[in-house]
């Protein structure tokens, strides 16, 4: 395997080498490489003076390999034609849930920091308002802002997306919720710009992924020509429930047939030849948490492979709505202008919801699920199926790392993603330098040619806090090796006990595998040789493993 420290094309140093694998304490030579915000190119200049449009897109519960251009089989032409014209990024740390990872995107900061609780029954809590939102600040910056997509940040007056600086909304206002019009309910709500929608209000025909990407090409052709824009389309696909329109439930049929553990193998195969794994990635010692296929009875092979088909067909129907955006910026002769981006929400879903037996759904919580489910393996991705893929393909789409969606493990926390705009980034690269998603709300503003206006008075008479991230822009166009400083740092902590904190090369995470309550000792690993976490160096460095410890407790908790 080629080492992914090269970063192709764009001839950067890549990877967490923000400190060397023989040097836990992150010491670094004087010479090196001065640090991000010291190094502005001609090209990020140019690009922020301009103030181009920004497109980002973010898929739901996708694993790190389903796109085509990441080692997938899933036919995904607009995103492989995306990825190779611009770079793909493999080491982004989203976080291991979908709301926490819009907490850390919306405030550049960490989602403990940026959350908070909602008195009453909300539950999970709400985005801050002392923390200003990346379209916030970017209307500041003479911007037209757009959603059309998954909110998950606050269903409550002041705290969705016409209160938090978007121009134009339609949204899914909560974390997961059916693609068809006829389950709109209290527990699955539809907004569109402050009014709560009913099935009235939407075609006969409606599916979440077409209708979300109709309503923002509308906003898209409602902008005042020389009005800079940004589109924020967050998609729920392919986050279970799993469901289709009908035309599209069998493009995958009998695809899948051959399992899990078959995929995975090439899967992890295709990635390599694609050259999108980092360095140390390897399938040697990796531990599968499910049954070996060949152990399951051929009832239960079916129902998973099928449900693993709809999902490839959710994803190929994300591609495609994808494409008719593409599309639209390149007739309207826009596409040069926008600077497009594309990345999951973190590490691929392993929901079993009644994918395993076909008793039911699983999760939602009371009340979630519509009591007319019919779950039976006729009736899977139609319009009353409430079905996820299973643990075993979401594996398979997410190794050679370790565990998956909820974990603090890369599995969890490692998003696959790109960014394109071929006038300032190189195309054909690959970037192992480690960002999170912190780090868009300040890449946004430098493309925009604006900056954060640091903790302080704000509009509204709110004060803000201070960002954490650090902007990508100088890496991502070729000026500057790094993103981050060897001093920084990002930690996660998780709803269900324990944590993780990434400091240069090191994590270190103390999160009981999953299945299991009871946080474990400390463990330490070097990301830069060991990205799938399986040697434990603890032992070898005591006092980093508490230096980071305290980091973590003091910081990010």
């Known amino acids: 395997m080629k080492n992914r420290l090269t970063v192709i094309a764009l001839g950067l140093l890549g990877g967490l080498h923000a400190c060397s694998p023989g040097d836990p304490a992150g010491n670094r030579d004087s010479s090196a490489t001065a640090a991000p915000e010291q190094e502005v190119s001609q090209a990020g200049a140019a690009a922020a003076d301009s103030r181009h449009n920004i497109l980002f897109i973010v898929a739901d519960d996708m694993g790190f390999t389903d796109i085509g251009a990441f080692g997938g089989e899933i036919s995904t032409p607009t995103l492989d034609r995306l990825a190779y014209g611009g770079v793909r990024l493999n080491n982004l740390h989203a976080s291991s849930a979908c709301r926490t990872s819009r907490l850390m995107l919306f405030s550049g900061a960490g989602a403990v920091a940026a959350n908070t609780p909602y008195p009453g029954e909300y539950r999970g809590g709400v985005l801050g308002l002392d923390y200003a939102t990346i379209p916030e600040l970017l209307k500041d910056a003479g911007y037209s802002t757009y959603i059309a997509g998954k909110w998950d940040l606050g269903d409550v007056d002041g705290f969705r997306p016409e209160f938090r600086g978007f121009d134009r909304s339609f949204v899914l206002a909560t974390g997961s919720g059916p693609f068809f019009a006829e389950y709109f309910r209290d527990a699955f709500p539809y907004w569109e710009d402050g009014r709560e929608l009913t099935p009235d209000d939407v075609p006969e025909d409606f599916y979440a992924t077409r209708h979300f990407t109709d309503k923002m090409l509308e906003y898209l052709q409602s902008t005042d020509e020389g009005t800079p824009w940004f589109a924020y389309m967050p998609y729920n696909a392919p986050h279970w429930p799993l469901q289709l329109p009908d035309d599209w439930l069998d493009r995958y049929a009998g695809r899948y047939d051959a399992g899990y553990d078959a995929l995975r193998e090439q899967r992890f195969a295709r990635a390599t030849e694609v050259d999108i794994l980092p360095a140390g990635a390897t399938l040697d010692g990796f531990e599968s948490s499910v049954e070996p296929w060949s152990n399951l009875s051929p009832e239960e092979q079916r129902r998973y492979s099928r449900a693993q088909e709809i999902f490839a067909g959710m994803f190929e129907y994300l591609d495609m709505s994808i494409g008719r955006v593409v599309e639209y910026l390149e007739e309207s002769g826009q596409l040069e202008e926008t600077v497009i981006v594309f990345t999951a929400d973190h590490g691929a879903s392993g929901g079993e919801h009644g994918v395993d037996t076909g008793r039911g759904p699983g999760g939602g919580g009371p009340g979630a699920i519509p009591a007319s489910i019919d779950n039976s393996l ?137 299945g299991e309550e009871e946080s474990t000792p400390w463990r330490l690993y070097d990301l830069s040789v060991d990205p799938g976490e399986r040697h434990d160096l603890a032992a070898e460095h005591p006092d980093l493993v508490a230096e980071m410890v305290e980091e973590l407790e003091t910081n990010w908790h």
Do not use: C
């Open 378 to 514: 006729e009736n899977f991705g139609r319009r009353n199926s409430w079905i996820d893929h299973g643990r075993g393909f979401g594996e398979a789409a997410t190794a050679p790392f370790r565990y998956l969606k909820g974990s603090l493990a890369e599995g969890g926390l490692r998003a696959a993603a790109l960014v394109y705009y071929p006038a300032a980034v190189p195309a054909g690269g690959v970037s192992g330098e480690f960002m999170t998603f912190m780090d868009f709300l300040p890449t946004f503003l430098e493309i925009a040619g604006t900056e954060h206006p640091g903790a302080g008075p704000y509009r509204d008479g709110r004060t803000i806090n201070d960002i954490v991230g650090r902007s990508a822009w100088p890496h991502l166009t070729g000026s500057a090796e790094t993103i981050h400083l060897p001093t920084d740092a990002a930690g996660w902590a998780s709803g269900m006990g324990g944590g993780a904190l990434i400091r240069g090369n090191y994590k270190i995470i103390d999160q009981a595998p999953p």
